[in-house]
Antibody, heavy 121, light 107 residues
Framework: EVQLAESGGGLVNPGGSLRLSCAAS????????MSWVRQAPGKGLEWVGR??????????DYAPPVKGRFTISRDDSKYTLFLQMNSLKTEDTAVYYC????????????WGQGTLVTVSS | DIQMTQSPSSVSASVGDRVTITCRAS??????LAWYQQNPGKAPKLLIY???SLQSGVPSRFSGSGSGTDFTLTISSLQPEDFATYYC?????????FGQGTRLEIK
């Protein structure tokens, strides 16, 4: 059974930084493409970025609103995905979900429970 | 960016009803479309991928169709657990984008 557990969310001041982690189990993490998807309170879903597996070059793509501020990385030895968020803005306030793309098809097969990031002074 | 527009934004229906939700892409995306279900306070769940392929474990009352720019999600006979919000998502090109959601409510 695929399990994804996000952690690291919390309250941060505008301009601050936060690092999210996603611990994965139940599948071969090395082969998986992984994404972060977020959802602002009461709003819809927004894709944040994706990292391919190392066998596909580990290519990373970002959504325009976060490009240059957020960095996705992965540690395959620890089955863990990361999201480093810098220069945070109030509009980054959201629940952040870790997701899998096991078939490399661009959709999101499995989701974690999410972690809430609140950017406020 | 490819814009995804769902209709209706909300719909009321009864248990046993047949419901169809539409998703339109601002440009052609072939069959690179997925549908998700989200219950309040929960993570989304993948229902359909590749426009019409049913994700493992999803009941057969859910079906998807379409290609190009116009897509539909149909629930053939609504069950109590189906009252939720549904999102479409295009997987054709970056940035990956979602529809605004359709809230399915009990009549």
């Amino acid at each position: 059974e695929v399990q994804l557990a996000e952690s690291g969310g919390g309250l941060v001041n505008p301009g601050g930084s936060l690092r999210l982690s996603c611990a994965a189990s139940g599948f071969i993490f090395d082969n998986a493409w992984m994404s972060w998807v977020r959802q602002a309170p009461g709003k819809g879903l927004e894709w944040v970025g994706r990292i391919k597996s190392e066998s596909y070059g580990g290519t990373i793509d970002y959504a325009p609103p976060v490009k240059g501020r957020f960095t996705i990385s992965r540690d395959d030895s620890k089955y863990t995905l990361f999201l480093q968020m810098n220069s945070l803005k109030t509009e980054d306030t959201a629940v952040y979900y870790c997701t899998t793309d096991l078939n490399h098809s661009g959709d999101f097969d499995d989701w974690g429970q999410g972690t809430l990031v609140t950017v406020s002074s | 960016d490819i814009q995804m527009t769902q209709s209706p934004s909300s719909v009321s229906a009864s248990v046993g009803d047949r419901v169809t939700i539409t998703c339109r892409a601002s440009q052609g995306i072939s069959s690179w479309l997925a549908w998700y279900q989200q219950n309040p306070g929960k993570a989304p769940k993948l229902l359909i991928y590749g426009a019409s392929s049913l994700q493992s474990g999803v009941p057969s009352r859910f079906s998807g169709s379409g290609s190009g720019t116009d897509f539909t999600l149909t629930i053939s006979s609504l069950q109590p657990e189906d009252f939720a919000t549904y999102y479409c998502q295009q997987a054709n090109s970056f940035p990956l984008t979602f529809g605004q959601g359709t809230r399915l409510e009990i009549k």
